[in-house]
C-alpha cells in the first residue's frame, strides 16, 4: 500500500517563504508525475504546480515567479518552495503522484498553510 507524506505547512506572515516536501512511502512502483494542489475552505481542489519525471514543470498561473515545484528522484521526493506568501496562498495543500504502470493517482494527507500577520 502507498502512501504520500507531506509536511511542511505552518504559520507564516504574508511575503515570507514555506517550503512543502512529499514522498511516498511502502511498496511502490515507478513514480512518474508529482505535484501539489491546495483546497481553501468552500473552494475546490486546484492545482498549484506539477512536474513529470523528467524535470518539465507547470504552474497556476496565481503562483508563477513565486513558487518552484522541484523533485529528487533520487529521494522519490517532491517540493514546493513557496516565496512571497499572500493571503490568498492560505489552503491545505495536498501531494499527488502517479504510480506504477497504470500510473495510478495517489493523495497525501495534507499539510496546512496559513499565512496571516
Known amino acids: 500500500q502507498v502512501q504520500l507524506v507531506d509536511s511542511g505547512g505552518g504559520l507564516v506572515q504574508p511575503g515570507g517563504s514555506l517550503r512543502l516536501s512529499c514522498a511516498p512511502s511502502?511498496?511502490?512502483?515507478?513514480?512518474?508525475?508529482m505535484g501539489w494542489y491546495r483546497q481553501a475552505p468552500g473552494k475546490q481542489r486546484d492545482l498549484v504546480a506539477v512536474?513529470?519525471?523528467?524535470?518539465?514543470?507547470n504552474y497556476a498561473d496565481s503562483v508563477k515567479d513565486r513558487f518552484t515545484i522541484s523533485r529528487d528522484n533520487a529521494k522519490n521526493t517532491v517540493y514546493l518552495q513557496m516565496n512571497s506568501l499572500k493571503p490568498e496562498d492560505m489552503a491545505v495543500y495536498y501531494c499527488?503522484?502517479?504510480?506504477?504502470?497504470?500510473?495510478?493517482?495517489?493523495w497525501g494527507q495534507g499539510t496546512q498553510v496559513t499565512v496571516s500577520s
Open positions: 512536474i513529470t519525471s523528467g524535470y518539465m514543470t
Open positions: 499527488n503522484a502517479r504510480i506504477g504502470p497504470l500510473r495510478t493517482s495517489y
Open positions: 511502502g511498496s511502490y512502483g515507478t513514480i512518474h508525475a
